[in-house]
T-cell receptor, first 113, second 108 residues
Framework: GAVVSQHPSWVICKSGTSVKIECRSL??????MFWYRQFPKQSLMLMAT?????????EQGVEKDKFLINHASLTLSTLTVTSAHPEDSSFYIC?????????FGPGTRLTVT | RKEVEQDPGPFNVPEGATVAFNCTYS??????FFWYRQDCRKEPKLLMS???SGNEDGRFTAQLNRASQYISLLIRDSKLSDSATYLC?????????FGAGTILRVKS
């Protein structure tokens, strides 16, 4: 299968700081990547679709000014959680589309204290 | 009603058993369906893609019933290592919509 990496794998930050998460497709180019969030014992919730060279498309209820997405190249998308608060603590997972299938990165566990 | 629904389980089965999960979807325009496996605190890993009536890979068989709008996953000869949460997903245009997952616990 395809390989997607994410960095960092976990991060603890103080309330009010910003955190940047990187998602890379390692062995293929991805014009489209996706960012999900998963709270404990809940399903994956799509936050936004990241499009290379254009603005991301956000799902309803997701604040685009709080969750900044940049897809500057065909192998890299970044998600920045700005002014993080404890309620933003979650498991953030990216995925990249190759052909008709989506492959997930290993996820980033964010804890905001 | 959620767009993709699954029985959350848990399904507790002995090793060697055959177990089946169903997943219903409400968007009749969905064309592609997927089963993912997710271990605790890990990312989902693609298990099978289902584009037509079904797909088989070793002990795993997925079937699609468009008339009734559901997909199923059958696991034969369950192993302890099959214990995980199984997520089904249906495409909605360029995106995937996931069910909440079905927990499988295989016990010796």
């Amino acid at each position: 299968g395809a390989v997607v990496s994410q960095h960092p794998s976990w991060v603890i930050c103080k309330s009010g700081t910003s955190v940047k998460i990187e998602c890379r497709s390692l062995d293929f180019q991805a014009t489209t990547m996706f960012w999900y969030r998963q709270f404990p014992k809940q399903s994956l919730m799509l936050m936004a679709t990241s499009n290379e060279g254009s603005k991301a498309t956000y799902e309803q209820g997701v604040e685009k000014d709080k969750f900044l997405i940049n897809h500057a190249s065909l192998t890299l998308s970044t998600l920045t959680v700005t002014s993080a608060h404890p309620e933003d603590s979650s498991f953030y997972i990216c995925s990249a589309k190759r052909g008709g299938e989506q492959y997930f990165g290993p996820g980033t566990r964010l804890t905001v204290t | 009603r959620k767009e993709v629904e699954q029985d959350p389980g848990p399904f507790n089965v002995p090793e060697g058993a055959t177990v089946a999960f169903n997943c219903t979807y409400s968007n009749s325009a969905s064309q592609s369906f997927f089963w993912y496996r997710q271990d605790c605190r890990k990312e989902p890993k693609l298990l099978m893609s289902v584009y037509s009536s079904g797909n088989e890979d070793g002990r795993f068989t997925a079937q699609l019933n468009r008339a009734s709008q559901y997909i199923s996953l059958l696991i034969r000869d369950s192993k302890l290592s099959d214990s995980a949460t199984y997520l089904c997903a249906a495409d909605r245009g360029n995106k995937l919509v996931f069910g909440a997952g079905t927990i499988l616990r295989v016990k010796s």
